[in-house]
């Protein structure tokens, strides 16, 4: 059974870089796509962005000059890293793995909280 | 990027009645769309996908539907476990975009 774990700082002042990582367990990845989430408090979903198998990668716009997402094959381990972070990037982070076919995985969610 | 539109923002229904939730594309998503659902604390859980095919495990009250950039989650029957939030995503297009989301309440 996969599961993924996930961890990282849950407390950022502002201008600091947010980074977390997301481990994949019992499974080998071969074809996938692994989506960064996230969610501010009370509010809905914003897609930040994916890497896949090929190591290529899709970020959001509105996030693409401050994201970095990674991946430690070896270790089957990702990272997400963004930086010059404000109160705006306050939220719960989710890592959310993608197998053929429509099977997805879910970290247990991260809450970051950007505050001075 | 597309914006995907969800209505309505809450829905009151009552246990065993029918539940119809809509989201609308900004533009053609070609039947890339999915829908989750999501309850407190917990991360979303993938109903449908291609915008009609229920994923693994998902109970046959779940429906989706498409027609043309319009797009219709069914609840046939509400259960009790059912009460949550819904939201809609395309994955045609990068940035992935989600609905704001409806929250399905209990009347």
């Known amino acids: 059974q996969v599961q993924l774990q996930q961890w990282g700082a849950g407390l950022l002042k502002p201008s600091e870089t947010l980074s977390l990582s997301c481990a994949v367990y019992g499974g080998s990845l071969s074809n996938y796509q692994l989506t960064w989430i996230r969610q501010p408090p009370g509010k809905g979903l914003e897609w930040i962005g994916e890497i896949n198998q090929s190591g290529s990668t899709n970020y959001n716009p509105s996030l693409k000059s401050r994201v970095t997402i990674s991946v430690d094959t070896s270790k089957n381990q990702f990272s997400l890293k963004l930086s010059s972070v404000t109160a705006a990037d306050t939220a719960m982070y989710y890592c959310?793995?993608?197998?053929?076919?429509?099977?997805?995985?879910w970290g247990q969610g991260t809450l970051v909280t950007v505050s001075s | 990027e597309i914006v995907m539109t969800q209505s309505p923002a809450t829905l009151s229904v009552s246990p065993g009645e029918r539940a119809t939730l809509s989201c609308r594309a900004s533009?053609?998503?070609?039947?890339?769309l999915a829908w989750y659902q999501q309850k407190p604390g917990q991360a979303p859980r993938l109903l449908i996908y291609?915008?009609?095919t229920r994923a693994t495990g998902i109970p046959a009250r779940f429906s989706g539907s498409e027609s043309g950039t319009e797009f219709t989650l069914t609840i046939s029957s509400l259960q009790s476990e059912d009460f949550a939030v819904y939201y809609c995503q395309q994955y045609n297009n990068w940035p992935r975009t989600f609905g704001q989301g409806t929250k399905v309440e209990i009347k």
């Open positions: 291609g915008a009609s």
């Open positions: 533009q053609t998503v070609s039947g890339n």
């Open positions: 959310w793995l993608v197998l053929p076919v429509a099977i997805h995985y």
